[in-house]
């Protein structure tokens, strides 16, 4: 990690690894800046990630931090010292921030549970005053900040009171930059336009690291099973095509008789007695 000692009108580079530096006035200091009183900062560096503590009051970007109490310098912040002295932490180049921001993270992560399941897409906070934090994204929108009226609230003071913006649109979840000072990174990257969010992501917002993990989705319920030789209901059975249409049976004939056929039968039947009664007379000879 680069750094700037500023006095007097001039600038002073120098450059940290990873470990716990003290920097100071006297012989035992590991970075020794004469003016300056002995074990002054102690400052430790780990994955880019720069921690101060003084042993005395000092400020940062003009905010005062009591002794003893460890605070996060973030790059482009100036620390004051005393007798008008300063220290700057440089920033880095983007690749080097990407670089930084994944060491953290594995530094972060290591050791940890994997995070629950969730049905809502959460932000986790991974640092800072609400680390452990879980937030569920079941808003359409979800403004991030330190201001009172934002959904996502951070106990941050280099974060602004309305920083960052989390949509649930059509595609998915999707992170935009609301012109803060201090920027939004995704990853590691500067955010310029409005990103879509991956499961896993890290946004960074001032000190504060905030994991993105995606809705869990239910799988589809399971299809039911199809049924064999499903009989078709009789009421959209089809008529046989090749049944033949029996003709009607013929009427029985009548059992009556026309009027002039009864009246011959008598005529004739008469005729018979007639026929009859001479013929026996002859006999007899009567």
Do not use: Y
Request: net charge negative; with cysteine.
């Amino acid at each position: 990690m680069r750094f700037e000692f500023e006095h007097l009108g001039s600038t002073t580079p120098f450059e940290l690894a990873e470990g716990v530096h003290l920097l100071g006035g006297g012989p035992d200091d590991h970075i020794r800046l004469d003016g300056l009183p002995p074990s002054l900062l102690s400052l430790r560096v780990e994955a880019q990630r720069l921690m101060v503590e003084a042993a005395r009051t000092f400020s940062v970007n003009g905010v005062l931090v009591p002794p003893g109490v460890p605070r996060l310098v973030l790059p482009g912040e100036a620390l004051g010292l005393p007798d008008d002295m300063g220290l700057r932490v440089l920033q880095e180049s983007v690749s080097e921030r990407g670089v930084g921001t994944v060491a953290l993270l594995k530094g972060l992560l290591t050791g940890t549970d994997e995070p629950a399941p969730s049905r809502a897409a959460t932000l986790t906070c991974l640092t800072g005053l609400d680390v452990g934090r879980v937030h569920a994204l079941a808003e359409a929108q979800t403004d991030i900040g330190r201001g009172s009226d934002v959904a996502l609230r951070l106990r941050d003071r280099a974060v602004s009171r309305t920083h960052a913006r989390v949509v649930h649109a059509e595609e998915g979840f999707t992170l935009e930059d609301l012109g803060s000072p201090n920027g939004v990174f995704l990853n590691g990257q500067r955010l310029e336009r409005r990103a879509l969010l991956a499961d896993g992501d890290v946004i960074e917002m001032g000190r504060s690291l905030l994991r993105f993990q995606a809705a869990v989705e239910e799988p589809p319920p399971p299809a039911p099973p199809p049924v064999e030789n499903e009989p078709v209901p009789d009421a959209v059975q089809p008529a046989p095509t090749d049944a033949v249409e029996e003709p009607a049976p013929e009427a029985p004939p009548s059992a009556s008789k026309p009027r002039g056929e009864w009246w011959l039968i008598g005529l004739g039947a008469v005729a018979a007695s007639a026929g009859v009664a001479i013929t026996w007379a002859l006999a007899t000879g009567s």
